[in-house]
């Protein structure tokens, strides 16, 4: 008995309306038995949606917000479609489609592969881009027939990887067409987005659809146009060449020097500053030869003994050999200290620094090692 009642009643449905819960719902069908309305229904079409009638598989009627009594007067195809042979008071057959005419935000897309452009500075550069996008139906008709069709419930997930494909390969027409460097395409990303848009604009449109808008919100350079472009904005901050290379030197003798239980990186450091007091210590004993240099001698001096080089044990690594001159500059850094150990020809073993004798007055202007609490 409550079966035959559910029947009955589902074939002559009064009030047909749809209440959108959701957030991704393009077009949804209005369920009912048999596809029966009742003639006099009534018909509520809320704001942000339409209704579409199809009768036996043909678009008839399309009912915008408001209220409707379905009646001869308000579906003027249907009726004539229907013929209505058996009375007005009848209940006829039709399928209704709800459409969602809202504005559908924040769909994603980006390029399904890099594109390459040429560049003036960094010559053929492989460039990716992604951002987001804003659709809604305008066509209820088209996107029905050619695109939802009778799926009872049709979502934006659906259609969402086609239009992103499609968004996705005019982008990749549009950057070189800008002709502008890479570096200067994030500068011009509104710039961009309009273009895209206008490009794809009749391609949406014959789907039934409207493109809103078209955001490009970052683009992609491989990592190694990154780093030339960071390492130009360096340079070019810095000035001065010679500075930029004392810094980078002065910046790796300190992480080898931080590293812990790093030898290598330890001997590194070491002997990377070692060369660059050399340096240093060897154009001002230049400068100072030039000040203090006499007039032509009518003989020249003879050439000066050959000073100790000695080996440095840094970290378990031998470093060297280094002059006087060198090891003189490293003790003043606190870079060597006394109980490391060296050795130089005519040395029986290695010996601590602050024990041999040569190198005794190089210490002579630090303080003694803390005694042992």
Request: aromatic share 8%.
């Amino acid at each position: 008995m409550i079966d035959w009642v559910k029947k009955l009643t589902g074939e002559f449905i009064d009030i047909i309306e749809w209440l959108d819960d959701s957030t991704n719902t393009l077009v949804y069908r209005f369920e009912r038995h048999n596809n029966e309305i009742k003639y006099g229904a009534k018909l509520t079409v809320r704001e942000g949606q339409m209704a579409v009638f199809i009768n036996e598989g043909q678009m008839a009627d399309v009912y915008k917000p408001g209220m409707y009594t379905l009646s001869t007067q308000n579906m003027p195809i249907l009726s004539t479609l229907q013929g209505w042979k058996y009375g007005f008071e009848s209940p006829f057959k039709a399928e209704i489609y709800f459409i969602n005419t809202r504005k559908f935000t924040d769909l994603k897309w980006g390029t399904p592969g890099p594109s390459t452009m040429r560049d003036k500075e960094f010559g053929i550069v492989r460039v990716t881009s992604f951002g987001i996008y804003s659709i809604r139906i305008k066509d209820p008709g088209i996107f029905i027939k050619d695109i939802s069709g009778t799926e009872g419930r049709f979502t934006t997930e659906q259609i969402q990887e086609n239009l992103r494909g499609k968004i996705g390969m005019r982008i990749k027409e549009v950057m070189p067409e800008l002709g502008l460097a890479v570096i200067d395409l994030e500068a011009k990303v509104s710039v961009m987005g309009t273009m895209l848009k206008d490009r794809i604009q009749p391609d949406f449109e014959a789907m039934g659809l409207e493109l809103v808008e078209v955001q490009v919100q970052d683009i992609g350079l491989p990592e190694e146009v990154e780093k030339a472009i960071d390492k130009r904005g360096a340079i070019a901050a810095i000035g001065n060449m010679a500075a930029y290379t004392q810094y980078e030197t002065a910046s790796a003798i300190h992480d080898a020097a931080t590293t812990p239980n790093s030898a290598a990186g330890a001997g590194m450091g070491l002997g990377a500053g070692f060369a660059m007091g050399g340096g240093m210590v060897g154009q001002m004993a230049g400068a100072m030869g030039a000040m203090n240099a006499a007039p032509a001698a009518s003989a020249a001096p003879p050439p000066l003994p050959p000073q100790a080089a000695y080996h440095v044990a840094v970290g378990g690594a031998q470093a060297g050999p280094f002059d006087m001159a060198i090891l003189a500059s490293q003790i003043n850094a606190g870079t060597l200290k006394r109980d490391q150990l060296v050795w130089t020809a005519g040395m029986a073993q290695w010996t601590k620094a602050g024990d041999v004798a040569a190198l005794g007055s190089l210490f002579a202007n630090l303080p003694p090692p803390l005694p042992p609490v």
